[in-house]
C-alpha cells in the first residue's frame, strides 16, 4: 500500500454521498432530535465550513443539531471520509488489520474507530447529575441462603414491605446507638 492509493481513494469521495451515509447509519428511521427523540425536525441550513453537512432545528424543544453532533464523527481528528471508508470496509467484513492497511492507519487507531462504530452512530445521551442534598436508601444483600430456611422465609414471605420496614427502623435505630456510644 503507497500513500497516492489512499489520496485517490479518498479523492474518489463524494462528500454529499458521506453525510448521506452517514445519516442514513444514525438515523435509519428518519432524523429525530438528539435531546428529546422528537421526529418533527426542520431543516436548518448547512454548516459553514461542510456544505454538505445538514443543520437541523427540532421544533418542540428547539435545539439545534447537525449530521455530526453528538457523534464519534464530530470533532474527530479522522476526515469523515476516512470513518465512512471504515464504515465501508467494516461491511465488507474486512479485519481491523486489513483495513488499517487500506486507510494507512495504525492497526491500534482503526480498533478505536471500529469499536466506536460498531457502537452506533448514536448521540450520547448526557448523564444523569445529582444536585443538592443526596440520600441513598440502605441496600440489603442477602449473602446466602444455604442452611437458613427460616431467614428465607422471614425475609421473603408475604409481609415484604412491613418486613421492609421493620428492618429500615432497626437499621435506623443500630445507626443512632452507634452514633451514641461512639
Ligand atoms: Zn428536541
Redesign the pocket.
Known sequence: MVASDLVNLSGLMDDAKCFALVRQHRWPEGIC??????PA?IRDGCDDTQPHRQRYR??????RFDDLTGTVLAGHHQPLRVWVLCLYFMGLNLSNRQIAGELGLAASDVQTMTEQLRRGLVAKTPEVTLEGEVEIDEVYVVAGHKGQPGEVAKRGGSDGAAGWQARRAAARWRRTNHRSSA
Open positions: 432530535c438528539p435531546g428529546c427523540g422528537s425536525v427540532c421544533k418542540p424543544c428547539a435545539c
